[in-house]
């Protein structure tokens, strides 16, 4: 490992990616402590700490929205934009046949997710700002968020952060041109565990005011590096279905006849289902904050329901506990199939010659691979479910909350995994060994 690490600095090329790559996580960290005007920091820590779904924000944008930086939504608008684009793809004609057309149309779709950035980045940062505004004085008593009584002013502020969220997305173009990794993942991983310390102080801090502490922070140290360990062994699985190339005789040469095969991830979805659930369930609890007042003198009947809303969907509760196992067990499915039809891999084969022995090519094949698919799928479906219903039970066991939510340790574990890929692949280029290889 330390020699490829070594071997890795020596080499020129790689050296400039790897240097350009921290130079942009470093710019990133500077931006994210770049706050809007007006702001008061001490009420938007408060408002962050306190409320779910804000905390799963500021996990995203790397602490930037207890900052209430210019890149406090962080890419968060640009990842939603790209599920949409995902999930429009099959259902209109127009997008699918872009999806056909290789690198160009590829292209185009790119576009088309950018345009819808900027309106989506808008509309959430304008409801972002009104929700904590009416939790906590965001911008003191001075100043009134609020397009219709201040536009120019509200309007200058959502446009900053836009800004800033568009200028991380430019950062994660970049850092794929010239740096390592895929960019985006990056900034989100450099914003996650730039978060480290202060989540390890954290856990300090709760251990040394619990009994038995140093058994119970073991215990939970135990279950994190399970859950890592896991992780990497789910998003490297993969089922490999043979593929046989017929040959074809063109003149005095042969061409095909070689075998090959097609890789299935066990977790083609990656983390996009716990993101998708995760974001449901918090929206009720997070509706009924406005709503329930916790004033014991408070009894009314919409009191009443807004407070079982408040408490029945915290993240603490066993009620979402076992709600976001199920959500994420059934988008993972679903995102899966969406992505499978989208690459049309049996009329691939057909259209190149390949075919899988045994099975018919054509509709067989596409019967086949579906098959597979949904079996493999179900141990990662079910493997999501309990990484995500894994800090309810650590916090159950040891009486400590895990600092990191389970999307966050996915994020880390996933992009380390995928960047060291790639710089072993660089390495083997150049007949080094590599960090995995070994």
Same mark, same amino acid.
């Given at each position: 490992m330390r020699q490829a690490v070594v071997s890795a600095w020596k080499i020129a090329e790689l050296r400039s990616k790897i240097t350009f790559t921290l130079g942009m996580l470093l710019i990133f960290r500077l931006i994210a402590h770049i706050p809007v005007p007006h702001v008061d920091l001490a009420a938007i820590r408060q408002a962050t700490e306190g409320s779910q779904i804000l905390g799963l924000l500021n996990l995203f944008s790397g602490?930037?929205?207890?900052?209430? +930086?210019?890149?406090?939504?962080g890419v968060y !608008?640009? /990842?939603? %934009? +790209?599920?949409?684009?995902?999930?429009?793809? !099959?259902? /209109?004609? %127009?997008?699918q046949e872009l999806s056909k057309e290789g690198e160009q149309g590829r292209n185009r779709i790119n576009r088309y997710t950018y345009w819808l950035t900027v309106p989506l980045?808008?509309?959430?940062?304008?409801?972002?700002?009104?929700?904590?505004?009416?939790?906590?004085?965001?911008?003191?008593?001075?100043?009134n968020f609020s397009i219709t009584q201040n536009f120019f002013p509200t309007l200058t502020i959502l446009t900053m952060m836009v800004a800033g969220t568009m200028l991380l997305i430019w950062m994660g173009e970049l850092i794929d041109e010239k740096g390592i990794g895929n960019g985006l993942s990056i900034i989100i991983f450099g914003g996650i565990v730039s978060r480290l310390p202060a989540v390890v102080y954290q856990g300090f801090q709760e251990t040394a005011g619990a009994e038995q502490g140093i058994i119970r922070a073991i215990m939970l140290i135990v279950i994190a590096l399970a859950t890592v360990v896991g992780i990497v062994l789910i998003t490297e699985g993969q089922r490999?279905?043979?593929v046989q190339y017929a040959k074809r005789v063109r003149g005095n040469k042969v061409y095909g006849g070689q075998s090959s095969y097609i890789p299935l991830k066990v977790n083609m979805a990656g983390m996009i289902p716990l993101i998708f659930a995760q974001s449901i369930l918090i929206l009720p609890s997070t509706l009924a904050s406005y709503f329930y007042n916790p004033d014991p003198s408070a009894?009314?009947?919409?009191?009443?329901?807004?407070?079982?809303?408040y408490n029945s969907f915290?993240?603490?509760?066993?009620?979402?506990?076992?709600l976001l196992f199920l959500m994420v067990v059934g988008f993972t499915f679903f995102y899966t199939l969406v992505l499978f039809q989208q690459q049309n891999l049996s009329e691939s084969l057909q259209r190149n010659g390949g075919f899988i022995p045994g099975i018919r090519p054509g509709r067989n094949t596409d019967v086949y691979l579906q098959r597979v698919l949904t079996r493999i799928t179900l141990v990662g479906a079910l493997f999501l479910g309990v990484v995500a219903?894994?800090?309810?039970?650590?916090?159950?066991?040891?009486?400590?909350q895990l600092?990191?939510?389970?999307t966050a340790l996915l994020i880390v574990v996933g992009v380390a995994v995928d960047t060291m890929r790639q710089l072993e692949a660089q390495l083997l280029m150049r007949n080094y060994e590599g960090f995995i290889s070994r």
């Open positions: 602490g930037a929205l207890s900052q209430f +930086s210019v890149a406090a939504m !608008p640009y /990842i939603t %934009a +790209s599920i949409i684009m995902q999930l429009l793809t !099959p259902l /209109i004609p %127009a997008l980045a808008y509309l959430q940062g304008y409801g972002q700002t009104l929700a904590i505004s009416r939790q906590v004085p965001l911008f003191g008593e001075g100043f490999r279905i043979p009894t009314g009947i919409g009191n009443r329901i807004a407070g079982f809303f915290g993240a603490e509760s066993l009620l979402y506990t076992i219903a894994m800090p309810f039970f650590a916090q159950q066991i040891t009486g400590l600092g990191l939510s389970s």
